[in-house]
């Protein structure tokens, strides 16, 4: 499973009140839902509680690539729906930094080296072979 985490948000709105804030956050995870819900093959599969409420992820599904993501809620808050729902059809997270777990741990992938990542490539693609 792939974890998605913004990079760069686009929240450029300015809050005065607790209110505004709470009902924003409420409109835009109403909004990601309504288009996971309605989306062909898309599926929201649950949550993945972290150890401290910044780390808690939805589980996202995608049946036509057949892999699962792991994507934090500040990324549906603050990144353009659009954006979101595009990287999680394609699997291309050009604006989104990549984790993946590993062995029972969870690691950013910028921080691998390049054999590192191709072993990774691979594993998406099945290709399990010694070369």
Not at 62 to 86: F, G, P, R, T, W
Request: charged share 30%.
């Amino acid at each position: 499973m792939t974890t998605a985490m913004l990079e760069r948000p686009s929240v450029s709105e300015r809050m005065d009140s607790k209110d505004d804030i709470q009902f924003f956050i409420e409109e835009k995870l109403n909004a990601f839902d309504a288009a996971i819900e309605g989306h062909e093959y898309l599926e929201i599969d649950g949550d993945l509680p972290g150890n401290t409420p910044e780390e808690d992820c939805l589980k996202i599904i995608n049946h036509k690539l057949e892999c699962a993501y792991a994507l934090d809620v500040d990324s549906v808050i603050k990144q353009d729906l659009k954006s979101v729902i595009c990287a999680l059809e394609t699997g291309i997270f050009t604006r989104l930094n990549g984790v993946t777990r590993i062995v029972g741990y969870y690691s950013r992938v910028s921080n691998w080296n390049k054999s590192k990542i191709g072993e990774l490539h691979d594993r998406h693609m099945g290709k399990y072979s010694v070369r």
